[in-house]
Structures are given as C-alpha cells and as structure tokens.
C-alpha cells in the first residue's frame, strides 16, 4: 500500500497495491497494521457504513462535535469527488480543504482524521460508497458546514450553473463561521 499525505498532511490518500490478471484482480483493501502505519498512529474502526447515490449528489459536509469519527472512504462502484476540511481552529491548516476523485477503477481509499468536515459528489451514474468510522454514528452529535461556503471555496467539479442535489439536512448547512468547530 502506498499512503501519500495530502496539502493538508493529517488527511491521507492511500493506493493499494493491485494484482490482476485475465481473470480479474485481487487487492488486500484494508490491513490494520499497515494502515496504522500509514497514518503514524493506533486507530480502531466500530462501524461500516455504505451508501449508493445518484449523479451530482452531494452528501456533506458532515462531523460529529461529540464522538468524532475518523473515516476510511473508498468507492467500490462508480466515482466520486472526495473532501476533507480542516474545522480545527487550532490547526495550521484551519479552514482549508483538500479533494480527491475516487472511484472503483483507482481503487484509492483517503483517510479523513476526527477534526475534519468530509463530503463528496457523484461524478458517475451513480456510485456506492464506503466508510469505516472510529466512532458510532450520534445524530444529536452531527453538525453540517455548507457545501459551498465561499470561506472555504471546494472547487466542485460540478457542471456551470447546475446545482448538486441535497438532502434537506445539507440544505440546512451553516457557514464554517455560524458552524460549532473543534478548538
């Protein structure tokens, strides 16, 4: 596996290693003791979420204030623009963002560390997500920045003048600065 720190160095993207042949492929798509070597540190995963959603979805940007989650994000079908926002005001990256497209073709995976809002657009038909989270998913706990806070300026690879589809709740995000952040 190949884990390469992104501009935002905690959030890293990581490439495995894939065997293929006429008959398929073969990829070890998660090992515990070389993603904590690729992240520096011990992390333990408590719940598998996976989604399917249409094109030019946008699911984001969501964190938990309370119980915060690292995630472990990767596409098996379809693919996806990925984003990780720095919403630690004590980080020298504060408020900026880095993005990555994933997809089942890549196989590439990002690692997106507790402090960080995270969200993504479908760019295929559709596409099916995948995510381990450290923590359990606490909807009383879970906040929702804006998509497209001018602050923080995602570079969405959206077609001119057409609007992603939200659900209601990111419909309802707040700018990062009306938004509860993480110190």
Known sequence: MKATPLAIPDVILLEPQVFGDARGFFFESFNQAKFEAAIGRQASFVQDNHSRSARKVLRGLHYQVQ???????????????????????????????????LSADNKRQIWVPEGFAHGFVVM????????????????????????????????????????????????????????????
């Open 67 to 101: 119980q915060p989650q690292g995630k472990l994000v990767r596409v098996v079908q379809g693919e996806v623009f990925d984003v990780a926002v720095d919403i630690r005001k004590s980080s020298p990256t504060f408020g900026q963002w880095v993005g990555e497209i």
């Open 124 to 183: 295929s038909d559709t596409a099916e997500f995948l995510y381990k989270t450290t923590d359990y998913y606490a909807p009383e706990f879970e906040r929702c920045i804006a998509w497209n806070d001018p602050a923080i300026g995602i570079q969405w690879p959206l077609p001119l003048n057409t609007p992603p589809l939200l659900s209601s709740k990111d419909q309802m995000g707040l700018t990062m600065h009306d938004a509860e952040l993480f110190l």
